[in-house]
């Protein structure tokens, strides 16, 4: 990590390292944050959104990169208009800490002039190699006393709504921005590949006001 670093890092000893890789440290050129977890030393990785798969990102009609100081990376994606709204982040379990349970959230904001982000559940997924994806539904956000909370399921056929008046799906984080959990999957020994994924391709509603950051993998307790 010292070495994929995007700026030197100085130490005289492990234990001044170690304190120094627990703070999020641009590494592989700015498009990955990495960083120690302090109580148990296990890795957390935020891909930025230039390290995603972000459908017609480069068009910017639909989409448009911009600075902002609120973010760690030097661009975020903003989504100006779309009906297909659909990203995915990929990353190799042998990059994370075997024998740990992780989750992947996508990072995100909601400008203030928003629309379309809640006229349709989104589709949740998580999926490590060739296995049984980890899935779920769930309303970006909005305000309709009827939409509810959406439980994830281990399944890669069935998506089950249950009710949940407490727990709210988008969340505020430590920072400034707000996430939504993903999925969650357990990493063994073999280095597979992980695939996460949001999407919202059936309504054809156009959708707006969406930023993105990225998507974190950090582990689960």
Avoid at 76 to 96: D, P, S
Avoid at 195 to 216: A, D, P, R, T, W
Wanted: proline share 2%; charged share 30%; glycine share 8%.
């Amino acid at each position: 990590m010292v070495s994929r670093s995007l700026t030197p890092l100085n130490f005289s000893s492990k234990k001044q390292l170690f304190q120094s890789l627990c703070n999020p440290l641009l590494i592989d050129g700015g498009k990955l944050s990495f960083n120690l977890e302090k109580s148990s030393g296990k890795k957390s990785y935020l891909l930025s959104a230039r390290a995603l798969s972000i459908t017609w990102s480069n068009d910017p009609i639909y989409w448009c990169w911009v600075h902002t100081t609120e973010s760690r990376f030097s661009e975020v994606a903003v989504l100006r208009t779309t009906h297909w709204l659909e990203i995915e982040g990929k990353i190799k379990t042998g990059m994370l800490s075997s024998n740990t349970k992780y989750g992947a959230y996508l990072v995100i904001k909601i400008r203030h002039n928003a629309y379309g982000l809640d006229l349709e559940k989104a589709e949740l997924s998580v999926q490590v190699g060739d296995g049984q994806a980890w899935t779920g539904l769930a309303y970006l956000f909005g305000d309709n006393p009827d939409r509810k909370n959406v439980e994830h399921v281990r399944s890669s056929s069935r998506l089950i709504e249950v009710d949940d008046d407490e727990e709210q799906i988008l969340r505020e984080r430590e920072d400034v921005w707000m996430e939504i959990e993903l999925g969650e999957f357990f990493n063994g020994d073999d280095d597979q590949e992980v695939k996460m994924s949001f999407k919202e391709v059936k309504s054809y509603h156009l959708k707006g006001g969406l930023v993105v950051e990225g998507i974190e993998v950090r582990p689960k307790h």
